[in-house]
Every structure is written in C-alpha cells, then in structure tokens.
C-alpha cells in the first residue's frame, strides 16, 4: 500500500533500521557457512576440529532462526491456513486480522520479556567451546521481539513491510 504514511522520514528510519536487521542475519548465516566449512576442513584435513567452531555454528543457528522468522514475517512468508478465514464476510476477516495483530504483539512482548530474563539469568554460565556467557544464546529473542513488534504496528497502520514482493503479489498489496 503506497500511501502517504509510507514516505517520509518515519519510512526512512525503519527501513535504515530494517536493512541493519536483515544484514545482520545474512552475516550470520554466512558466518555460520564459513565456520562449519572450516570445521570440516580442519576435522578431515588438518586432523584438528577446533573447540570453538561447533559451539559458534550452534550460537549462530539459533540467531538466524529467530531473525530469519522474524524476516518471514515481515514477508508474509509464514504460514497461514485461510481457506476458512478466506469464506468469512469482510468484516469478520477484518476483526480476526486485528485478533491476529493483538495475539503478535502479545508474542513480541513475550519474546521481548522472557528472552531478556534469559539473557539476564544466564550470564553467569559460560559455554565451554567458546567461554563466552550462556546469554549470547538467547541475545536474539528480545531483538527478534522488538523488529516483530515494529512490523506488527506497521502492518497495522497498513504500511506494507514486504520489500520482496513478487510483482503478483504487489498488486495484491497496493
């Protein structure tokens, strides 16, 4: 939806931050790629894994899987069973969108809070392979839950977060 309310300096700023959060995840994923490519290299090559490489892949993992779903989101990549949603008059399917709205912002906040208690409550353990704190585990769920609350407000002041849209489902969107 190409309105007003999309340009301005409100859009540049979330579209600045936005472009932060989806670089992020592709340097996490290709970090990952290349740690796990070293790791095999040195398992079979140089006959020598080191300790640090299984741990951080593992780190990395679970931050793209927070990021990465956030992303979908963002997309409308997930997946949505709306065959009976779809039979519904208008209005209804407008007062479930809204439901579903209610119930992600609820999500977001839940990751927001309870992933920050964990990042809180594991800072005293440290991982072996790396010896960084156990926290850096769960770093990503409270910054998956902000990005998911700024795409749900978005969403809901009809401001369109997809910026890979096929051509089709532009139409649909505008």
Aim: one cysteine or more; a negative charge; glycine letters at 8%.
């Amino acid at each position: 939806m190409n309105t007003s309310r999309e340009s301005g300096p409100l859009k540049r700023a979330w579209r600045a931050v936005d472009t932060v959060f989806e670089a992020f995840c592709i340097l996490c994923l290709v970090a990952t790629l290349l740690i796990v490519l070293w790791q095999v290299f040195s398992r079979e090559v140089l006959s020598n894994s080191p300790s640090w490489s299984e741990e951080s892949a593992r780190i990395l993992l679970v931050w793209v899987g927070f990021l990465g779903a956030t992303i979908g989101f963002r997309e409308g990549a997930h997946i949505a069973v709306t065959f009976l949603v779809d039979r519904f008059p208008a209005t209804l399917r407008s007062m479930i969108d809204r439901v579903v709205q209610v119930l992600l912002l609820g999500f977001g906040l839940f990751l927001i809070v309870q992933g920050s208690q964990f990042v809180v409550d594991a800072q005293a353990a440290t991982l072996p392979g790396t010896g960084l704190p156990r926290s850096v585990l769960y770093l990503m769920m409270p910054v998956a839950g902000v990005m998911l609350l700024l795409y749900t407000v978005l969403q809901a002041f009809g401001i369109s977060t997809q910026r890979y849209a096929e051509p089709d489902d532009a139409a649909e969107i505008g």
